[in-house]
């Protein structure tokens, strides 16, 4: 991040834990998921964008996404600390993603839409992710389309989510600049 306030770093710090705590208590209902209904593992991947969609969306600043999907990986780690990589990976590459069509319009343009395809996207390439590592061979095809559906929808719908709650919170005055008083 180029020149960031601690008012930007303290926010995506906010954030960060608070999805840090939406995705560790998520991560449990994940282990349930692939224990019990793997097809529907995925429904519990969007939880990871939540933090870094309201980053971006209330700062609308370049980094913020990653930083906030940073400290969201730290603190559901402290939920799961057999897990510490995969939150904090998942955090990261969920926020590097994120980033991706702001990085190419320069962070110049910040389009719902953009939100929202980058959501899709990142789930599908989480979904290629998984689809390789539990092994396609050992499902069948309609197994993989549910799959694929779930892991696609779930972090649009998290970006919507995400995004209704930047609002909300740039309503109460948390993303204005005021200057301090001595």
Same mark, same amino acid.
């Given at each position: ?21 939406? %995705? ?6 994940? $282990?349930?998921? %692939? !224990?019990?209904? /793997? ?5 519990? %991947?969007?939880?990871?964008?939540? /933090?870094? #969609? ?11 996404? &990653?930083? $906030? ?7 559901? !780690?402290?939920?799961? /600390?057999? @897990?510490?990589?995969?939150? +904090?990976?998942?955090?990261? &590459? #969920? ?10 319009? =320069?962070? =110049?343009?910040?389009?719902? @839409?953009m939100f929202y395809v980058a959501g899709g996207l990142a789930g599908l390439v989480l979904a290629v992710g998984v689809f390789f590592a539990l092994g396609a061979?050992?499902?069948?095809? @309609? ?5 694929? +559906?779930?892991? +696609?929808?779930? /972090? +649009?719908?998290?970006? @919507? ?8 919170l740039e309503r109460s005055g948390v993303s204005r600049n005021q200057p301090t008083r001595a």
């Amino acid at each position: 991040m180029h020149r960031a306030s601690t008012r930007i770093l303290l926010t995506c710090a906010a954030i960060g834990v608070g999805g840090g705590l939406v %995705a560790g208590a998520s991560g449990y209902l994940a $282990a349930a998921f %692939a !224990a019990f209904g /793997p097809l529907f593992y995925g429904l519990t %991947a969007g939880s990871h964008f939540l /933090p870094s #969609v309201v980053a971006l969306a209330l700062l609308k600043r370049p980094g913020t996404g &990653l930083l $906030a999907g940073l400290i969201a990986g730290l603190v559901g !780690a402290a939920f799961a /600390p057999w @897990w510490f990589w995969r939150y +904090v990976g998942t955090g990261l &590459l #969920v926020g590097v993603l994120l980033e991706i069509p702001f990085l190419i319009a =320069r962070y =110049r343009r910040w389009d719902p @839409w953009m939100f929202y395809v980058a959501g899709g996207l990142a789930g599908l390439v989480l979904a290629v992710g998984v689809f390789f590592a539990l092994g396609a061979e050992h499902y069948a095809w @309609w197994a993989w389309v549910v799959a694929l +559906v779930c892991w +696609v929808a779930s /972090p +649009v719908l998290f970006t @919507w989510i995400g995004r209704l709650i930047a609002r909300a919170l740039e309503r109460s005055g948390v993303s204005r600049n005021q200057p301090t008083r001595a």
